[in-house]
């Protein structure tokens, strides 16, 4: 079935597909160390729940998901725990990350595996196994997929699989829709279980005949429609593919599901099935390693494995490699340490070399030839978002919506001066973020800062209001007193009291003085 | 190194100056055989005077003078400021046209990608207020002339403004525009200015080949995708249905669309200089805009003004009101109702 929607722009950069997709998928040996990053999706790094010297099976969960937005982590074999340390980790920023380090026995020994009968257990159930079987997303955004898969009181029109795969080089889902498509649909069936969407589509790009073919024989039996897609680079982006197979456009700013579709990748589907189906967690998935090694293909290795090993394994990069691209060449970021461990996110490893991959020329002016706008599947003015960013004039850049921007590179492909269109849109995007937290922040302040104000204010006044009752209070016996007749009461009584003691020593004076005339009439002759 | 790793192999802005310039060479193939040498010369010194312009400039502005001089934009402007000027001019002609462009158009306007009219209508338009009189000595086709120039003529006519034992009169001719222009303030009618000898089919004689091999160019680059249709065909559609009005109302004092179409600087303006990028909108309903507004200003003053031709200032108009254009023309975003308001 062919889609009838069409999306604005998108480019053809050449395929390179053939070179690794010839072989099929090779099982990576055991290697003699992982190392497991705890952050291998969006939102909170799981926090480990082991420590050094624990002993570890091959599926136990090694660190738990932390809050919400979260997935747990798991062991890729069984092994020994050697360390919980900082170690290079593929980033685009090369920095470090907390990885928990697993010394292999070569054993393979399986923890206990818990599958579940997803038709009988509640929603909940299979939610909760989702998320601490560690499914994410494994089309880069490594999404936790238990949050995704819940529908709320949303209802879902449409489930969409993302077996696209439009970067060039990249044929990981290729060869696993080729080779595993009945246990992709098994992982559809679950999620259209959970979904209960009114249609099930699963796009795949007109490249791919044998993963086509795969597929439609897979789907026999279920409602399931396989719908191909015309070769175009980005009609892998989730919201282009919603739009190629619905025809309609998720609002910028909100998610497919607000307009009641789910998109997933289908690698995703596959570990959903061996999740529920077979108790296994996210331990492994299916890479592919070209470009300039000697044998190009797509190996299953285990998460954690060292990306040295699997170049080696691919008949090692040939001597005028450059440097790595981890991902595809539109959206990759380079891999600057080759002991970083396979993780989740990555689908695909690239030596580059510079027969392969150029070296950019040096930018030019903008010319406003609009090849960029022509091309971008966003629709999107890049010329008027450089201009911007260029000059630093960031609201004028939030205005021309660079926030809607995927960074897909399309932009920059077609641009006839070379200029490095997403990095200045990066730039920007950060500027903006930074002030947007300035302001929060200077915000915040404000609004304490006035509620001191306001606050101090309520005090003087309710310190004003107690002086006030108190003279109040003062003026009512005042006046209470002046309406008795005695002037001011304190000071009478005080010249009542003086007037007392004064007549008390004048009584004694007096006394005293009698005493003394007495004592002299009864004496007389002493003189 | 940051994504994408990939660029779309050999594209540059030089590799689409060069496919423009090729786009005009059958245009210039055919104005030699038709009007002879003088084009060449024309063409070579502009190329010359723009390239040292050029480097003079970028030295002062301390730009790095070789990435620069080698896209090919000056060459561009210079070509199209010698296909619109008279192709037997004296050499001062092209050098103050040429230097005026790149050295006060271009770059004192900020340079490559930054100008807001275009260079080569600036040098144009200054030429032919500062020196009326000789950018309306324009020659014979040869088929017409009395005295055919050769090569060698041509050149020293060029650089000594003097023919070897021949006048000038017998050299040149009105054009088509103007004798058109001149003949219906005399009164004749337009039915009977076309049997004059300098027009041809649809425009003037030898003229409208050279239209027809601009509209062949122009072919070629939308194939390519150097340029996209919307200014084109709005400008040409806006001349040829405005043609049409005053033609159907009185054809007696007004031409027919086709001969709009075909002669002076509609097709060259059309598809290489109204194109530019630099100088026109960049949204899509920006360019039908802007192609409409110099299809009817072209029009006007070709018929009303004061110029036989009306290209370089209908084009000069039009590129002030850009900015405001692409404000007001933004395109609906993915996602959301609208485009950006200004």
Partial sequence: ????????????????????????????????????????????????????????????????????????????????????????????????????????????????????????????????????????????????????????????????????????????????????????????????????????????????????????????????????????????????????????????????????????NTGTAYTVHRAVNHGEAVISRIVTITGNVAKPQNFEALIGTPLGELVQLAGGARPDTSHYIMGGPMMGFDLNHLDAPLTKAINCVIAASPALFPPKPAAMPCIRCTQCAQSCPCNLQPQELFWFSHSKNFDKARAYNLSDCIECGCCDYVCPSHIPLVSY???????????????????????????????????????????????????????AAAASGVEDPVAAAKQAAIQAAVERARARKAEAAAQAATTATENPTES | MSSPHVLTPGNSVSTIMLLVLAALLPAIAVYYFFFGPGILISLALASITALVAEAAMLQLRNYPVKPFLTDGSAVLTAWLLALSIPPLAPWWLIVVGTAFAIVVAKHLYGGLGNNLFNPAMVGFAVLMISFPATMTQW?????????????????????????????????????????????????????????????????????????????????????????????????????????????????????SPMFHLFTGGAMLGAFFIATDYVTSPTTPLGKLIFGTGVGFLEYVIRVFGGYPDGIAFSILIMNATVPLIDAYTQPRVFGHDSGTKP
Wanted: proline residues 7%.
């Fill in chain 1, 425 to 479: 849109f990066r730039y920007a995007k950060s500027e903006i973020a930074a002030q947007d937290r300035e302001k929060m922040a200077a915000e915040r302040a404000r609004q304490r800062f006035e509620f001191k104000q306001m606050r101090e204010e309520r005090e003087k006044a309710e310190k004003a209001a107690r002086m006030a009752e108190k003279a109040a209070a003062a003026a009512a016996a005042k006046a």
């Fill in chain 1, 1 to 264: 079935m062919k889609t009838l929607h069409k999306f604005h722009g998108g480019v053809h950069p050449p395929e390179h597909k053939t070179e690794s997709s010839r072989l099929p998928i090779a099982a990576a040996p055991l290697p003699q160390r992982l190392i497991v990053p705890l952050r291998q999706h969006i939102g909170n790094p799981a926090t480990a729940i082991v420590k050094v010297g624990d002993p570890v099976l091959k599926g136990q969960m090694i660190a738990a998901a932390d809050g919400f937005i979260s997935a747990a982590v798991h062991a890729p074999t069984s092994g020994t725990v050697s360390a919980i340390e900082l170690h290079a980790v593929p980033h685009p920023s090369s920095l470090p990350d907390l990885c928990i380090s697993i010394e292999s026995d070569g054993e393979e020994r399986w923890t206990e595996r818990w599958p579940l009968d997803y038709q009988t257990a509640g929603p909940d159930a299979v939610r909760a196994l989702l998320r601490d079987a560690g499914i994410v997303g494994l089309g880069g955004a490594v999404f936790p997929t238990w949050v995704k898969l819940n529908p709320g009181s949303q209802k879902i029109k449409t489930l969409v699989l993302n077996g696209a795969e439009c970067e060039p080089w990249i044929t990981s889902d290729d060869l696993l829709m080729r080779e595993r498509a009945a246990e992709i649909v098994a992982g559809i069936k679950i999620m259209a279980h959970l979904m209960q969407p009114e249609q099930v589509l699963i796009g795949i790009e007109d490249n791919k005949p044998e993963a086509i073919e795969a597929m439609q024989s897979a789907c026999q039996g279920t409602s399931f429609k396989v719908v191909t897609v015309p070769v175009l680079y980005p009609s892998g982006g989730e919201r282009q593919l919603i739009k190629l197979l619905t025809g309609k456009e998720v609002p910028s700013g909100r998610r497919p599901i607000n307009i009641g579709v789910t998109c997933s």
């Fill in chain 2, 139 to 255: 020659p014979a086709p040869l088929l017409l002339s009395q005295h055919p120039v050769g090569f060698s003529e041509a050149l020293q006519y060029t650089f000594s403004g003097t023919l070897q034992g021949v006048k000038l009169d017998a050299v040149t001719m009105a054009t088509p525009l103007d004798t058109l222009k001149t003949q219906l303030n005399l009164q004749h009618t337009v039915g009977e200015v076309k049997h004059m000898p300098v027009f041809g089919v649809f425009g003037g004689k030898g003229g409208e080949v050279v239209a027809a091999m601009y509209l062949l160019g122009g072919l070629f680059l939308l194939q390519r995708r150097i340029i996209t249709w919307h200014t084109p065909v709005s400008f040409l559609a806006t001349l040829a249905l405005v043609a049409a009005l005053f033609n159907g109302i009185d054809p007696s004092r007004y031409a």
